[in-house]
């Protein structure tokens, strides 16, 4: 099981430390998701003055599901206590313009940064941790960095050197238990990476050990399947049912896949992951 440290306590958003900057910096179109189509660099007509969310309690009610879902992995405290020392892009066009070209390279470097605390709290993957501290340390110095910096920084480099060791201590945590039988209406052999499993019945299959790196998942029923050492990672699970599924050791699994599917309380999770405030 992936153990709990502090180690990514600075990986988890705190919108107390962060200027609203997903609610300005990023773009929305209409969608189920997202009510109305904003640009980038707009703020959107819900931040209040104080960057705050003026409809947070009613989120989904109000037809913003989306701002529920996602998460910045600390990116937004990063970048405006770090990088920009507890600067606002409210403080002037060119620090705005800044601002908002630095925070979607941060979001992909602490995502990375979180995957690669995933792996190295990997019992299985222990011969490949001294790599992995390196890669660890060669993104966070990035990450530190100064704006212009970050913003020249070779991010496909960076995560292509990173995927292979990720990879590799995925398959080292997968092989060192049982496999699962699979699903017992459909061959096994339909579990691999990128697999389009949308909306397939997969309710109380043994995943363990199974291949589903960006897996199709998108409406899915996994509920009370087994996903114990299942890697995760890039699969889309929007929709996708929980119900008591366990993902205690499912591997790369983050809080944006989680809060994009629906659970219920026998749903076990990651310690490191939290059950969503909307799954009720
Ligand atoms: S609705 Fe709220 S959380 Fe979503 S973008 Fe607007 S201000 Fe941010």
Not at 2 to 13: E, F, G, N, P, T
Not at 198 to 213: I, T
Not at 214 to 223: E, F, I, M, V
Request: hydrophobic share 45%; with cysteine.
């Amino acid at each position: 099981m992936i153990s709990v440290d502090d180690s990514r306590h600075d990986l988890r958003a705190d919108c107390s430390q962060c200027v609203g900057l997903c609610c300005v910096a990023l773009a929305f179109a209409r969608s189920a998701d997202f009510a109305f189509d904003k640009p980038a660099g707009d703020p959107c007509v819900n931040l209040d003055g104080d960057d705050r969310c003026s409809i947070h309690p009613r989120l989904r009610d109000s037809g913003f599901a989306g701002c529920t879902v996602f998460d910045c992995f600390g990116a937004g405290q990063q970048v405006t206590q770090h990088t920009f020392a507890g600067a606002s892009w409210r403080d002037g066009a060119e620090i705005r313009a800044s601002m908002f070209a630095v925070f979607p390279v941060m979001r992909q470097l602490h995502e990375l940064l979180w995957y690669l605390e995933d792996a190295l709290a990997l019992p299985a993957a222990a011969s490949l941790h001294p790599a992995l501290r390196r890669a660890r340390s060669e993104v966070r110095s990035v990450t530190e960095a100064a704006a212009v910096t970050i913003g020249e920084t070779g991010l496909e480099e960076l995560r292509g050197a990173a995927a292979l060791l990720l990879r590799d201590a995925a398959r080292l945590a997968r092989e060192s238990g049982p496999i699962g039988a699979g699903p017992r209406h459909a061959a096994r052999s339909r579990l691999r990476p990128g697999a389009d499993l949308v909306g397939a019945d997969l309710r109380g299959a043994d995943l363990r050990g199974a291949e589903l790196r960006g897996a199709l998942l998108l409406g899915a029923d996994l509920r009370d399947a087994d996903l114990s050492r299942a890697e995760l990672i890039g699969a889309d699970l929007r929709g996708a049912r929980l119900d008591g599924a366990d993902l205690r050791d499912a591997i790369y699994l983050t809080q944006v896949q989680v809060n994009s599917a629906t659970g219920d309380a026998a749903t076990r999770l990651p310690l490191t992951l939290s059950r969503p405030s909307h799954w009720g």
